[in-house]
């Protein structure tokens, strides 16, 4: 066997081994969730979906894309611990001064943005508590656990993930046999799941690199210097990722926003495959020689692309399938189905360019700017003309904001193979200086 057969073998046994034990982990996530579409009555669903919609967007805004500047910044470096411990605690220092700040705005537009749904002050408190905890221990979890995808640790880190979501869905049939079963409960369930994976990666990491990691000026300029050009649009769509179920709550009625949460939970199907994008094809395309890079964007993105036709397709022929999935509360969703799903495998396909852009360098300010003009400006154009308090409008908007996406960031990736990917330039020294 040649050395490009070796190296052919090799990927093929990582990714059957990533899909074999993350793909359990994902599983049940998945039917976790699912059965909570089912089990939970609608005004209960409303909340519980509306907590985990509001804690996606917090967990971007906290994140604001410098974790994803950690890979490139380490590129072959894996050996490095004290310069990983480094840059972790760079990354760390950075995720505390954004939880800081963002903390007092939780507090205040949650309750804003629900003051419709007429759920009384009690309740209300409880979810933004429950944000707050679930959104420190999720930043936790992503800054170690990408220490252990650099280290190359990827087994650990797929035990805990398949531990914690086989565990949620344990305690979750206790609940719902005991009779305990409500919104707050199915909350509290995974807030568990994710303070585990939180601390066991925390201490996973601290054994790999063995050394403690210092917080410096320079690391963490460099993060923020290779996030930067990628903070506008990450800010931008922590504000538009869960634009559909944002606006049935400001809009609509509970059970619209109950009707919106089931929809975007089918939009989990990608999961499996975004998980790919981090532990997979970002480390992989982050350590490619240039030579190689053309060939295996063109042939990762028409694989992407192929998934998601076909999925699609599949929900726009086959609808019943999803319907099942979703119970018989939510059977009247039968065009809903097909725009939510072709909305989540363009979002997909979307994430896996971005991760290659990013992981190739390809970050500009242009590009950041493009996404915002575009969808604001499609926004504008539904939001003139387009009533919002509907389910089916809303997935349309989604739908088209998720397109304009998917256009800038295939014409970046076009761009960087002209351009080059962004290199921070260095000040050259005059003579005085260099003596």
Request: include cysteine; charge should be positive; proline fraction near 3%.
């Amino acid at each position: 066997m040649n050395d490009f057969q070796s190296g052919i073998a090799l990927k093929l046994h990582r990714i059957v081994e990533f899909l074999t034990s993350q793909g359990i982990a994902m599983a049940g996530n998945l039917i976790y969730g699912f059965l909570c579409v089912r089990l939970l009555p609608i005004p209960g669903y409303a909340k519980y979906a509306v907590v985990f919609g509001f804690l996606g967007t917090l967990m971007l805004l906290m994140d604001s894309g410098t974790s994803n500047a950690l890979l490139p910044l380490v590129g072959e470096q894996i050996d490095n611990c004290q310069l990983i411990a480094d840059y972790v605690a760079s990354l760390r220092q950075l995720a505390q001064w954004l939880y800081l700040l963002l903390v007092p705005a939780a507090i205040f537009l949650f309750p804003l943005m629900v003051r419709k749904q007429q759920w009384d002050s009690q309740v209300i408190a409880a979810m933004v508590v429950s944000i707050l905890i679930a959104s420190w221990f999720t930043r936790v979890s992503g800054a170690y656990g990408a220490v252990l995808i650099i280290r190359r640790d990827r087994r650990f880190w797929c035990r805990i993930q398949m531990i914690s979501s086989l565990s949620s869905l344990a305690l979750l049939a206790v609940v719902y046999v005991a009779h305990w079963l409500t919104a707050f409960t199915a909350i509290g369930i995974n807030l568990a799941g994710t303070t585990f994976v939180a601390t066991a990666y925390f201490a996973r990491a601290r054994h790999l690199l063995g050394v403690r990691g210092r917080s410096s000026r320079r690391g963490r300029g460099e993060l923020i210097h290779l996030a930067m050009p990628n903070v506008p649009s990450v800010v931008f769509y922590a504000l538009q990722g869960q634009i559909s179920l944002l606006l049935i709550t400001f809009f609509g009625r509970t059970t619209a926003v109950a009707s919106v949460g089931a929809l975007n939970r089918l939009g989990q199907i990608y999961i499996l495959f975004g998980q790919m994008n981090m532990l997979l094809i970002e480390p992989y395309f982050a350590r490619l020689p240039s030579s190689k890079v053309k060939r295996s964007y063109l042939a990762a993105t028409m694989l992407a692309g192929l998934l998601c036709v076909s999925i699609t397709a599949l929900a726009h022929y086959f609808p019943e399938i999803f319907l099942w999935i979703l119970g018989p509360k939510y059977s009247h969703l039968r065009f809903e189905i097909f725009l939510a799903i072709a909305t989540s495998s363009i979002g997909y396909l979307s994430a896996v360019l971005w991760t290659m852009n990013s992981a190739r360098r390809f970050v500009y300010w242009w590009n950041s700017a493009a996404v915002i003009i575009l969808t604001l400006a499609v926004q504008t154009v539904f939001i003139w003309r387009v009533n919002l308090s509907t389910v089916r409008s809303v997935l349309l908007l989604g739908l088209a904001t998720v397109t304009v996406n998917l256009i800038v960031y295939a014409f970046t990736g076009l761009y960087g193979f002209v351009r080059g990917p962004r290199v921070k330039k260095t000040p050259v020294l005059t003579q005085q200086e260099v003596g």
